[in-house]
C-alpha cells in the first residue's frame, strides 16, 4: 500500500482523520514532499516567499487497526527513496549562526550516484533521513505542529532515523495515527543552519505493535545500539530528559544499583544533539549494544 504525498497534515492531532489504514505487520510505503511542500525549486525563491502555514507536511496519518493506548508503535524503516535533488536555505532570522547571516540564500544540490552535489569541489555520501515522523499526541493534548517535536515524535530532525533502524513510539490514541515526512538527503547534527538537504522522495516502512508496553518518548533501535530520543524548551532540557529515559532503560534491563548505572552511562553512552533549530530543541543518547551483550538488550 502507499500513501499518496497529496493526503497530508502540518499538524499532528487526535482529531485527523486517517489517510489509511493498516494491520499490524504490514509493510506501507509513504509518499512524502519536501519540507516547504515543494513550492522551492530554483535558487531565485527565497525562504520568505514561502508560506510558514506549509511547512513540513506529514504524509497520512496512518490509522493501525488494534494499536491502543498504552501500546507502542514498532516502526522498522525498511528504505527511503528520494527525488534527485535537495533544496536548503539560510536565513538570520531561523539561522543558529545568526550574527554571521545578513541575507537569505537558497541553493539547490544535484543528487547523483549516491552523492549529494555541493559544488564542482565538495560532494558527501547521500544519507537519506527522516526529519518528521510520529504518532498523534494524546486527546487531552493540543494539536502540535509538524514543525515541532515533543513526545509524540514530530520534527526530531534526528539523523539516525534512517533505512535500517527500528523507531518505537508511543501510542496516545486508537490507531497510533502514524505520520512523517521532511526527508534529508544529508543533515549534520545540530542542523545549525536551518536545513538539511530537504529533499521529496519515499519512505518503505513496516508498521507493528507492541502490546501493553507503554513508552514516555520515542526510542531508537539500531544493529549496534539503543537511542533514547527527548525533546524539550531548551538543550538542557532536552538533555535531562534523553539522560533520565536512559536511566529507565537500563535500569529496567540491568541488576544493577542506581550508583552503578549511572557509572556505566558515563563509560558506554553518549549523548548527542540532534537538532537547536525548531520550537524545542532534540537530543538523544545511544547505549551500546556489545558493551551489554551479556544482557542481550531487547525493547
Given at each position: 500500500?502507499?500513501?499518496?504525498?497529496?493526503?497530508f497534515v502540518?499538524s499532528?492531532?487526535?482529531?485527523?482523520q486517517?489517510?489509511a489504514?493498516?494491520q499490524?505487520g504490514?509493510?506501507v510505503?509513504?509518499?512524502?514532499?519536501?519540507?516547504?511542500?515543494?513550492?522551492?525549486?530554483?535558487e531565485?525563491?527565497?525562504?520568505?516567499?514561502?508560506?510558514w502555514?506549509?511547512?513540513?507536511?506529514?504524509?497520512g496519518?496512518?490509522k493501525?487497526?488494534?494499536?491502543?493506548?498504552?501500546d507502542?508503535?514498532k516502526v522498522?524503516?525498511?528504505?527511503?527513496?528520494?527525488?534527485?535533488q535537495g533544496?536548503?536555505?539560510?536565513?538570520s532570522?531561523e539561522?543558529?549562526?545568526?550574527?554571521?547571516?545578513?541575507e537569505s540564500?537558497?541553493?539547490i544540490?544535484?543528487?547523483k550516484n549516491?552523492?549529494?552535489?555541493?559544488?564542482?569541489k565538495?560532494?558527501f555520501?547521500?544519507?537519506?533521513m527522516?526529519g518528521v515522523?510520529?504518532?498523534?499526541p494524546?486527546?487531552?493534548?493540543k494539536a502540535?505542529?509538524c514543525g515541532?517535536?515533543?513526545?509524540?515524535?514530530?520534527?526530531?530532525?534526528?539523523k539516525?532515523?534512517m533505512a535500517g533502524?527500528t523507531?518505537?513510539?508511543?501510542?496516545k490514541?486508537?490507531?497510533a495515527?502514524?505520520a512523517?515526512?521532511d526527508l534529508?538527503?544529508a543533515m549534520?547534527d545540530g542542523e545549525?543552519?536551518v536545513t538539511g538537504?530537504?529533499?521529496?522522495?519515499?519512505?518503505?516502512?513496516k508498521?507493528?505493535l507492541?502490546?501493553?508496553k507503554?513508552?514516555s518518548?520515542?526510542?531508537?533501535?539500531?544493529?549496534?545500539?539503543?537511542?533514547?530520543?527527548?525533546?524539550g524548551?531548551?538543550?538542557?532540557?532536552?538533555?535531562?530528559?534523553?539522560?533520565n529515559?536512559?536511566f529507565?532503560?537500563l535500569?529496567e534491563?540491568?541488576?544493577l544499583?542506581?550508583?552503578?548505572i549511572s557509572?556505566?552511562?558515563?563509560?558506554?553512552c553518549?549523548?548527542q544533539i540532534?537538532q537547536?533549530v525548531d520550537p524545542?530543541?532534540?537530543a538523544?543518547?545511544?547505549v551500546?549494544?556489545e558493551?551489554?551483550?551479556?544482557?542481550?538488550?531487547?525493547y
Open positions: 500500500m502507499k500513501i499518496s504525498s497529496e493526503i502540518y499532528m492531532s487526535a482529531h485527523n486517517a489517510a489504514s493498516c499490524p504490514e509493510t510505503i509513504f509518499e512524502t514532499q519536501d519540507c516547504f511542500s515543494n513550492q522551492i525549486q530554483s531565485e525563491v527565497l525562504f520568505e516567499s514561502t508560506d502555514d506549509t511547512i513540513n507536511p506529514a504524509t496519518p496512518l493501525v487497526e488494534g494499536a491502543e493506548i498504552g507502542t508503535l522498522e524503516i525498511k528504505k527511503i527513496e528520494l527525488n534527485n533544496v536548503m536555505v539560510t536565513t532570522e539561522s543558529y549562526l545568526e550574527e554571521f547571516i545578513t540564500k537558497t541553493k544540490l544535484p543528487i549516491n552523492k549529494v552535489i555541493f559544488n564542482d565538495i560532494n555520501d547521500l544519507k537519506p527522516i515522523i510520529g504518532t498523534s494524546g486527546e487531552d493534548k502540535v505542529s515541532t517535536p515533543a513526545s509524540h515524535g514530530g520534527n526530531m530532525d534526528t539516525v532515523i533502524t523507531l518505537y513510539l508511543p501510542v490514541v486508537p490507531g495515527m502514524l512523517m515526512g534529508h538527503a549534520g545549525v543552519g538537504v530537504e529533499a521529496a522522495g519515499e519512505v518503505t516502512v508498521v507493528d507492541v502490546k501493553n507503554d513508552l518518548d520515542p526510542l531508537l533501535e539500531t544493529e549496534a545500539a539503543f537511542y533514547t530520543i527527548a525533546s524548551t531548551d538543550v538542557d532540557a532536552a538533555v535531562k530528559k534523553a539522560s529515559n536512559m529507565r532503560f535500569k534491563r540491568l541488576d544499583h542506581n550508583n552503578e557509572m556505566l552511562m558515563s563509560i558506554i553518549d549523548l540532534s537547536v524545542q530543541k532534540t538523544r543518547m545511544r551500546d549494544k558493551a551489554l551483550k551479556e544482557y542481550d538488550l531487547k
